[in-house]
């Protein structure tokens, strides 16, 4: 069974299709990875299937996924992987289930990822990663300057019960541990007085 799966390994191809505008970069969904794989473990007489499964670890939830391929003619030969993808507290726009949804999908994904070997990294030697690397070097020196200004502002300027209020909101303990876009948010919010 092992020789078939990575024969399946090895002649996957599941290409980053699709794109996120709001972060500017392509990847490629669990979908994109199942729609690939499945004539290929067809092929070579495997089945897959996946599971979720929600644990609590401390007070936050998390959905643990598995993948597991198994020889169609003996279902007593398989291999498993899992990978663990945690909820969080809120989304804006999301119902709870759809919050769920998000971290099974991103569990599955990552699950999927380890039975087949899908790398989401740029290898360190080509010129596409040290492009990358350089590009976001210089993005992140503009952007560690602006959110520096951004904390001073809101730590002069936001009223301590205020501050307190959404610091336990996004469950953080400073605001600089606030995410990017989080706190270009509240920036924008305080700035203009509201």
Known sequence: MLDRLAKVQSELNAPKNQYNSYGNYK????????????PLLAANGLSMTISDEVLLVGERFYIQATVRVTDVKDPTQYITTKALAREPLTQKGMADSQVTGTASSYARKYALNGMFLIDDTKDADTDEFHKQTSDKEKDNKVKAEGREEMIAFLEKNMPEE???????????????????????KVYAKIKAGE
């Open 162 to 184: 205020r501050k307190q209020k959404m610091l336990e909101a996004y469950h953080i303990s400073e605001i600089k541990y606030m995410k990017q876009a989080d706190l270009t």
């Open 27 to 38: 990847y490629r969904s669990c979908e994109d990875i199942l729609a690939s794989v499945k």
